[in-house]
């Protein structure tokens, strides 16, 4: 059987572990498009990137079997844009924009679910305020944004104020590019008249966060699972994503109902998507925070440990245009986890944990895996793609036979590894 040749953008060690793992990965050739640097960090030159992008996919010698990529901004809007070029399956872009501006895919999901928080956008260029009708607390955030970019929980005028501030000087660095992404499609005028750099505003949901995550295939929409999202004590930020959902079966069961709908509505097809939701156990109340056109890698060693495949498998398989049903329950064990361990005041990074001192924890601690996120010598507060208010020093994949078990795994993780910092003044809001 001849190989197939597949050009993953961002493609990274992480990511290439855990697709050499998809069925029939031998059949496969991964190439990197582009670096995870160019795409996830900095300013994003994305007319440059869509240009070099191009420029190697003309120059390959073969053929090119897919496109396919499974991070944030600007990568899901490049492969819609790179596949309609060379003639390759891939959803359509502007189904893609539909979902990922925030506006706009509020205006969407209010069409066919209730279960939306109140919204509305705040002028960047006047006066701002909050929109009509909303009281406080509130989340304010750019319409288009990742990894809780410039998100902030604000409850009074004074952190509205601070927030705004915030927001207008580095609302840029995403929606300037992502207006060129608005260029290329018919936009309604309401939207068009908003913009890539605006800001958000939407009232607080309460309750347990979860997700799902799925595909369309032929317009057939699938959901693959739900997971759980939990947080730090008394903060927004996630402390883990474990999988399967421990809600129960009822939650799940709208969460999945929900999750069909909305994604009919956005016209999304031959792609993978994840949905993070709101949800209160104790009343049956389930709300959208979120809709990603795209699966998370974050949760490919999740879905390998427990159901035997990652979710790089779908995206895989839609890439080149076959259905990409994902098997269940067989894997190693009957739940797993990403941990993010994390820091919640700035500091410059003294020292991090040896490859030596990985490799013992994960021979000592089965199921686990460790990846440190920053280097000896950074400032907590200049790593990229950071939330508002936390910084992660290692993100710990763990199964587990339990949630008990998984958590003891972990905190035997926390306790073993060793970073050393020098304090310096708290940047975070």
């Known amino acids: 059987m001849s190989t197939a040749d597949i050009f993953v953008i961002g493609l990274d060690d ?6 050499e793992l998809i069925p029939d990965a031998p059949q496969f050739r991964f190439h990197r498009l582009l670096g995870i640097e160019e795409t996830q960090e900095g300013e994003i030159p994305i007319e440059d990137l869509l240009h070099k992008a191009e420029e190697a996919l003309k120059g390959f010698d073969g053929d090119i079997a897919a496109v396919v990529g499974y991070w944030d901004f600007p990568v899901t809007a490049l492969v819609p844009m790179l596949c309609e070029r060379f003639g390759l399956p891939s959803a359509d872009l502007e189904a893609v924009v539909k979902c990922e501006h925030k506006y706009w895919s509020r205006i969407e999901q209010s069409k066919v679910i209730d279960e939306i928080p109140k919204f509305g956008i705040v002028d960047l ?12 607390p509130v989340w304010l955030k750019p319409i288009k944004s990742f990894s809780s970019e410039l998100a902030f929980h604000v409850h009074d005028d004074r ?4 927030a705004v501030e915030q927001i207008r000087e580095g609302v840029g660095r995403v929606g ?11 936009l309604p005028p309401e939207i068009a008249a908003i913009g890539g750099q605006a800001c958000l505003a939407e009232e607080t949901l309460t309750g347990v966060q979860a997700a ?8 057939q929409v699938t959901v693959n699972g739900a997971l759980d999202s939990i947080n730090y004590p008394d903060t927004p930020c996630f402390l883990r994503h474990q999988y399967p959902s421990q809600l129960p079966s009822e939650i799940v069961a709208r969460m999945t109902d929900i999750s069909e709908r909305v994604i009919s509505r956005m016209g999304l097809d031959n792609s993978t ?30 879905f390998y440990a427990v159901d035997g495949v990652p979710n790089h498998h779908c995206m895989v398989r839609l890439g080149l245009g076959l259905d990409p049903r994902l098997p269940k329950g067989q894997g190693r064990y009957d739940i797993a986890a990403k941990c993010y361990y994390r820091r919640f005041s700035d500091g410059i990074v003294t ?7 990985i490799e013992r924890i994960q021979d000592e601690i089965p199921g686990v895996t460790i990846e440190v996120v920053p280097a000896e010598g950074i400032r907590l507060s200049e790593m990229p793609a950071q939330d508002s208010y936390s910084y992660e020093l290692a993100d710990i994949f763990i199964g587990a036979d339990s949630e008990a078990d998984l958590v003891d795994k972990y905190e035997r993780c926390v306790a073993a590894l060793h970073f050393e910092f020098d304090d310096v003044d708290d940047e975070v809001d």
Do not use: W
């Not at 992480?14 to 697709?19: E, H, K, S, V």
């Not at 952190?159 to 601070?162: D, I, K, R, V």
């Open 14 to 19: 992480g990511n290439l572990r855990t697709l």
């Open 159 to 162: 952190e509205f104020e601070a």
């Open 125 to 136: 260029d006047g006066e701002p305020r909050l929109p009509e009708g909303m009281t406080y």
């Open 212 to 219: 799902t995550e799925g595909y369309v295939y032929r317009g």
């Open 273 to 302: 998507f994840s949905i993070e939701f709101f949800c209160e156990p104790d009343t049956g109340r389930v709300s959208v925070l979120e809709i990603n056109a795209r699966h998370s890698q974050s949760h490919a060693d999740m």
């Open 351 to 357: 020292r991090v944990p040896t490859a030596a001192e």
């Open 176 to 186: 300037k590019p992502f207006e060129f992404v608005l260029d290329r499609v018919d």
